[in-house]
């Protein structure tokens, strides 16, 4: 199908799609079905899919699933590499190129809002702050001593703003706001927010999907009870004798670090699953607030389109071929 739009016209903004919302909200039942009518490509916008062997866990894409939609950024590392926003970035352009190249729009489609604003802002990271590693080690030894909270109180002091937006466990989140505060002399609060007020170098349509928290908290329990069903605690397993502990990235997600405590005899199972669902519930909550602060989103609740994933991809379809000047081909 050939679109009535110029994707490298000189002067003009490219198009993108964006499909995301909280864990259980069903970006992916949604974005295979568009994908298929608008005839494009997925990017994985997800810290966890990213790598392979982690597919029960991480409720991954299924090929059955992808319905012969191309998917990007899913299973491209090993358990044992580390995966950031500045890899990601990298990594999703040149996905982007590709799709472009072929006369389509790129979707990028997870949850992870950090990753979608990089890419939607073109957000700079800063080359002189992603390279001290003699000052990433003393604070992490801070955060053994002393603890995760001793560690936040460190940057609260410096960046209130900033330490404000990082959950104080989130170790790894706080030591960059900290190293970059020691560095360069500015707060990360206020790079972020810089970086965030540029305007975006595409013509994109936004949207969150999203249930009412009732039905999306049922969704999140259910979810994580198929998950059990369907081989976690097998998957951790599996995931332990390859060498993969609480040390590495892929295995501090939710899910994965309970299984592990659990394994290690810190949990029984049932309270490690109840951990998993309560994390996860924290964490659509977080994601939520996130997709709130966002400029430009459209949100769209399942419950208006009578729960049904043709009913809402009608009304999306409509939306981005008028919003994005495309055709029916």
Known sequence: MKENYDIMGEGMKRPLIIITGPTASGKTATSVELALRLDTEIISADSMQVYRYMDVGTAKVTKEEMRGVVHHLIDVL???????ISIFQTLCKEAMEKIYAKGKIPMIVGGTGFYIQSILKDVEFDQQSEGDERIREELKQVAEKEGNHALWLRLFQVDEEGALAIPENNVKRVIRG?????????KISVHNAREAQKESPYQYRYYVIHHNRDVLYDRINRRVDVMIQDGLVEEVKRLKAMGCNENHISMKGIGYK????YL??????????????KGT???????ITWFKREESVLWRNYNDYHNDVNCLCDALEEEIRSGLCMDRG
Request: glycine letters at 4%; aromatic letters at 12%; zero cysteines.
């Open 78 to 84: 090993d358990p044992k590499e580390d995966f950031n």
């Open 281 to 287: 519930r924290h964490f659509a909550k977080r994601q």
């Open 264 to 277: 290690d005899g810190m949990y029984s199972l049932e309270d490690a699953i109840e951990e998993i669902k």
């Open 178 to 186: 900290l190293e970059y505060f020691m560095q360069t002399g500015e």
């Open 258 to 261: 309970e299984i592990l405590a």
